[in-house]
Nanobody, 122 residues
């Protein structure tokens, strides 16, 4: 199983980025997908998750209204559209897969991507 995250970069406050996570080696449509992030010196935290069909999503309060998760099962890819970015969004963003649900606990995810750096300048 491989999850390849991409799309990170440096952006100014208020800007936007779109992260992608391409999956291989698994039946993508049978997995719930999530995004987590980890800033230096901080614990990994839940950002958002999406159901297998894409009809259900869950977002952390800190990103609600600014970030949107979506997926394309035909392309085995999950996306994270990030708008109105803030300096506190600066972190390494990880995509992850599990077969349980749109869980907020990182320990419930069995497969992880390598992470992509997002830096928001003030």
């Amino acid at each position: 199983v491989q999850l390849q995250a991409s799309g990170g970069g440096l952006v100014e406050t208020g800007g936007s980025l779109r992260l992608s996570c391409a999956a291989s080696g698994l039946v993508f449509s049978t997995y719930f997908m999530g995004w987590f992030r980890q800033a230096p010196g901080k614990e990994r935290e839940f950002v958002t998750a999406i159901s297998r069909s894409g009809r259900r999503t869950d977002h952390a309060d800190s990103v609600k209204g600014r970030f949107t998760i979506s997926r394309d099962n035909a392309k085995n890819t999950v996306y994270l559209q990030m708008n109105s970015l803030k300096p506190e969004d600066t972190a390494v963003y990880y995509c992850a897969a599990n077969r349980i649900g749109t869980d907020r606990r990182w320990s419930e995810y069995g497969f992880w991507g390598q992470g992509t750096q997002v830096t928001v300048s003030s």
